[in-house]
């Protein structure tokens, strides 16, 4: 089981300088990765609630912390359909170069309609768009002259280069019903849970991903299940919520269900999104000792 950690992103705590001293300490104390994940914008009287209020650019802000760190992965988890996926693969390209190929990226079908529309992609047939979207990335990253004609999306006879160094990022993908679980197992390096996983019975669905890939004449147990960890300290008993020995438990009782990777996500514990900076890194590198790789 790999253990990993969620950079700062949401909310006052997530600033430059604590972007930096997460990612410098979990590179320290042996975390496997570094995440993050999407939230474009917040539509006006929405209830999603302060986690999603005021999110940095994933991408963007693993470029940065990928500068001040040499061995950690670098994760997104994930972005969502609505970009645009040749634009999307140069950039992720650079990004494994730049970094020394320590990249994974997560692709998601996304939810909040009003993204797509900002976007300018049509909400509808997100699973056909997502299943187009990987062959793209892929095309792009390893073909010399890429040509593409799809429902979705075109690509002129081109030249994509320089492709990823030293070769493409592996390509996860999300999704919580049974038609996503297929595809993430007949198409993707691997699977990851959305922050409303139902823990319990996330073995039931790495299941069905893995039956897909074994279908598809693919090795299952190549794949990755990636669980971003709601992690609340103190927050009261549930799943990844305790004390940190109960958070610790968890985690061992995951592995057990298949699960081969779990980072702990501060950003999405409202005690921290909603405190002063300061508090909220106290309460991280608190939490980033407790937590750490054994």
Not at 38 to 65: C, F, I, K, N, W
Not at 259 to 268: A, G, P, Q, R
Not at 270 to 294: F, H, I, K, N, S
Request: aromatic letters at 6%; proline letters at 6%; charged letters at 25%.
């Amino acid at each position: 089981m790999k253990i990993s950690f969620g950079v700062p992103l949401s909310g006052p705590w997530a600033g430059p300088e604590n972007m930096r001293r997460v990612a410098r300490r979990a590179e320290e104390l042996g975390y496997a990765g570094l995440w993050t994940f999407q939230r474009l914008l917040y539509p006006e009287g929405h209830a999603m609630g302060p986690v999603y209020r005021s999110v940095h650019d994933p991408l963007m802000t693993l470029a940065h912390v990928s500068a001040v760190t040499r061995r950690i992965e670098l994760g997104l988890a994930v972005v969502n359909v609505f970009m645009q996926p040749v634009v999307l693969a140069k950039q992720l390209a650079t990004l494994q170069t730049l970094s020394g190929g320590r990249l994974a990226a997560g692709v998601g079908l996304g939810w909040l309609e009003e993204e797509f529309t900002a976007a300018g992609v049509d909400f509808a047939a997100r699973g056909r768009r997502g299943e187009e979207f990987v062959q793209v990335l892929r095309a792009c990253w390893s073909e010399d002259v890429v040509a593409h004609e799809g429902e979705f999306y075109r690509i002129p006879a081109s030249h994509m280069d320089p492709k990823p160094e030293p070769g493409p990022p592996p390509v996860l993908m999300g999704g919580a019903a049974e038609r996503a679980l297929v595809r993430a197992g007949r198409l993707a390096d691997g699977w990851m849970s959305a922050s409303r996983e139902n823990l319990a019975v996330i073995d039931q669905k790495i299941s069905t991903v893995k039956a897909a890939a074994e279908k598809a004449g693919r090795d299952p147990d190549a794949l990755r299940f990636v669980v971003r960890g709601v992690t609340r300290i103190g927050a009261g008993r549930g799943p990844l919520a305790g004390t940190y020995d109960e958070i610790r438990a968890d985690v061992d009782a995951l592995a057990a269900k298949g699960v081969t990777e779990v980072f702990h996500d501060l950003n999405f514990d409202p005690a921290v999104v909603t405190a002063e900076p300061a508090q909220a890194m106290r309460r991280a590198e608190e939490a980033l000792e407790a937590l750490a790789p054994r």
